[in-house]
């Protein structure tokens, strides 16, 4: 644990949203059941096997010492700290351990602003580890020669942090699909934050099952693909990918461009390039993004995946 302990001494306050400790990562043996997130101004502990309250106690402790130093030239003088117990075979555990969270709580990620949820589900309603992917998506559509504006389809949007940023940049129109009517009311929701007002549409649909909705809207100048790698009932990366990518060619414009996401480490980025290469030839693999430096890996395979294809000209 002291890897965890000596990160916190040294982090500095961030107005953005970010991952302050990445143990996952495994760069740091022994830590790799813990993540730190920093929610401003909540810090957000998670432990993927069971502790002590020891344990727990001396991270508390070290938050409380370096808060005090963080703080000490800001109003904010309370500590705020959530714990979340994430087992394999368990029931996720959530305490707030100390202060309290804000109602609203809204975060930053650059230009952008999202409402988060750190006390409720096991997804706290954005991903800090897609932050490189929402800042390509953005300088990718401020960039784009359309004069017009970009279309863009957003697939398994959740809260819609992509089209958000698409919108901010000059996109003329989104469409944001997920299952889950909640992940796509908070999307609405991030919308009217940020003064996104007109572009976006919402579809509580299953992209499976709605071809017909989507081949209409098209075709798609980006189209972005960022799936949960296994959700019982709605999609196993295994099987389901495979699906999505033999429908690219046809949604794309010419010059059109697809980001494929893909985060577990059981399936490596030659899952992604395997297939594609069979599915659709035709599009070109133009970059791996890299990832946060916070989310560093010791294997590249076992990081987030994020690949960048285009179409024909």
């Known amino acids: 644990m002291q890897a965890l302990l000596n990160a916190i001494a040294l982090t500095e306050l ?3 949203a970010t991952r302050i400790f990445h143990g996952r990562g495994g760069l740091h043996p022994g830590c790799e059941h813990w993540t730190l997130d920093f929610y401003p101004p909540v810090w957000v502990l998670t432990s993927f096997k069971s ?19 963080l703080s000490a030239d800001t109003p904010l ?27 609203p709580h809204r975060v930053s990620e650059g230009l952008a602003q999202y409402g988060v949820h ?13 932050a490189e992917g929402r800042r390509w998506v953005r300088e990718f559509t401020t960039q784009h020669p359309a004069p017009r504006g970009i279309k863009v389809l957003n697939l398994f949007a959740y809260t819609c942090a992509f089209s958000v940023v698409a919108l901010q940049a000059g996109a003329e129109r989104v469409l944001n ?37 989507i081949t209409r809207g098209g075709p798609y100048d980006l189209i972005i693909l960022d799936p949960p790698s ?16 033999r429908r690219l060619p046809n949604l794309l414009m010419p010059g059109g ?26 599009l070109t693999f133009v970059e791996r993004l890299a990832n946060p430096p916070a989310f560093a890996d010791v294997d590249a395979d076992r990081a987030l995946k994020v690949l960048v294809y285009k179409a024909p000209d």
């Open 14 to 16: 961030s107005t953005d």
């Open 51 to 69: 502790v002590s309250e020891d344990e727990l106690t001396q991270i508390h402790e070290a938050l409380a010492a370096r808060w005090k130093i």
């Open 77 to 103: 003088d309370t500590l705020n700290w959530v714990y979340q117990c994430r087992e394999e075979g368990t029931e996720a555990e959530t305490r707030l351990m100390s202060g309290s969270v804000p109602t």
């Open 118 to 130: 750190v006390l409720k589900g096991q997804n706290h309603g954005l991903f800090l580890d897609m």
């Open 177 to 213: 699909m997920d299952m889950s009517p909640g992940a796509l009311s908070i999307g609405k929701q991030n919308h009217a934050l940020n003064g996104l007002t007109a572009g976006a549409s919402f579809m509580p649909h299953d992209v499976f099952t709605s071809w017909g909705k």
């Open 230 to 245: 296994f959700q019982k009932g709605s999609f196993v990366a295994t099987k389901d990918y495979a699906r999505l990518m």
């Open 257 to 282: 461009h697809a980001l494929l996401c893909l985060n577990t480490p059981k399936l490596g980025v030659s899952f992604l390039q395997d297939q594609m290469q069979e599915l659709a030839p035709e």
